[in-house]
């Protein structure tokens, strides 16, 4: 009887080993895109993956890769940001995040600069890291909201900008690149950025369908206007943008124990108890409706904690399709900084996607009535 069960389980063992099947993707589409970067210990992951976003966009509209500088970017939105905290007597969050559409509307006010004009490393830094910098700006902020002569110093404006000026560096008006002047606006309109062409999807159950709607979560403090898709159409439209030839900025939720970037994978598993197994090996994965994702949005299982850049399409040996998606902390874990994320994954955790207006269809445009 011994040699019986000895001989069954080496049979179970045999057949594990065959049926198991660790990962292996193929490339079905992949778009030029820049380095890898590390947002250091900083909460702009928001910066990091839309400039990443724009610089792709500056390959497939001039042929030119430039470095663009994602803290000319995080110093101009924390000037609107502390101004919008303090006209709502600090009623509102003020913090190292915000969302894609956030360097869009500073693209629009203050243009764009490339990396070696601005670096936001003033204090001879070589990593980015802004907790003392937002604790000052938060502390001075609240001071004059908590003034109790109720008064506000007509200098206040002054003092935020020289706090960031000491800690990112001055604004700047001019500059030389590649020989040529520019200003941040005259060098937006030279690598054919137009932030009138870029446009945010979602797709949620509480907003009316083929609208404009604000979503309301903590991060969108410049209220933001998202448009509202059919979940199959938020997947879809991603999918045909890539094959396209036209990247997407992907804001979404990696709390997971599902998504690591590590094992350079994010999927949702089934059944949860094969959620490690699901890191290294291909398992089912979980059906995912609109009904279920609203409501893990609405018991905040999923939230906007995080912004990353898809770049690509590939597939694993069964078939199954996979973004992928580069992310900001740095090249040296899973699939060199990039991580494959299932669609099961993005139907559940994305909050939105934004993307040039030409990577979607004529007939969707129709429906949210983009010209």
């Known amino acids: ?64 890769q430039i470095d663009l500088s994602e803290m000319y970017t995080v110093r101009n939105t924390y000037s609107a940001k502390a101004v919008n905290y303090l006209y709502r007597q600090g009623k509102a969050q003020f913090s190292e995040g915000g969302l894609a559409h956030d360097v869009i509307n500073s693209v629009a006010d203050k243009g764009l600069v490339p990396e070696q004009t601005f670096t936001g490393l003033n204090l001879g830094q070589d990593k980015h890291n802004h907790a003392e910098l937002i604790a000052v700006l938060k502390s001075m902020l609240d001071a004059y909201i908590k003034n109790p002569a109720r008064k506000l110093s007509p ?50 159950e509480h907003a009316k369908k083929y609208d404009k709607f604000i979503l309301n979560i903590p991060d969108n403090f410049s209220n933001g206007a998202f448009y509202n898709v059919s979940l199959n159409e ?29 094992a350079g994978v994010a999927v949702v598993p089934a059944i949860s108890g094969e959620n490690k197994k699901a890191l290294k090996e291909i398992v089912e994965e979980k059906n995912i409706t609109a009904s279920y994702r609203q409501s893990e949005f609405e018991n905040f299982n999923t939230t906007d904690d995080h912004l990353m850049h898809i770049v690509g399409i590939v597939k694993d040996q069964k078939g199954n399709t996979y973004f992928k998606v580069k992310n900001s902390w740095g090249n040296k874990q899973g699939n060199q900084g990039y991580v494959y994320m299932s669609i099961s994954y993005f139907k559940l955790k994305t909050i939105s996607v934004l993307l040039h207006k030409d990577g979607i269809s004529s007939s969707l445009k129709n429906k949210l009535n983009i010209k």
């Open 234 to 262: 938020l997947v879809s439209v991603t999918e045909e943008a890539i094959k396209n030839g036209y990247t997407v900025a992907l804001d979404c939720d990696v709390s997971e124990k599902t998504f690591s970037s590590k």
């Open 155 to 204: 200098r206040w404006k002054q003092a935020v900008e020289g706090v960031l000026n000491v800690y990112l560096g001055k604004n700047k008006e001019e500059f030389s690149f590649e020989g040529k002047n520019y200003t941040p606006k005259t060098f937006a309109e030279y690598v054919k950025i137009d932030p009138a062409n870029y446009v945010t999807l979602s797709s949620f």
């Open 1 to 64: 009887m011994k040699k019986l069960l000895i001989g069954a389980s080496f049979c179970l063992l045999a057949i594990s080993s065959i049926t198991a099947q660790k990962y292996q993707f193929t490339t079905v589409k992949d778009i030029e895109n820049t380095e890898v970067k590390s947002q250091g210990r900083t909460g702009t992951c928001w910066s990091f993956s839309t400039t990443s976003f724009l610089e792709s966009e500056i390959i497939r509209l001039t042929g030119k």
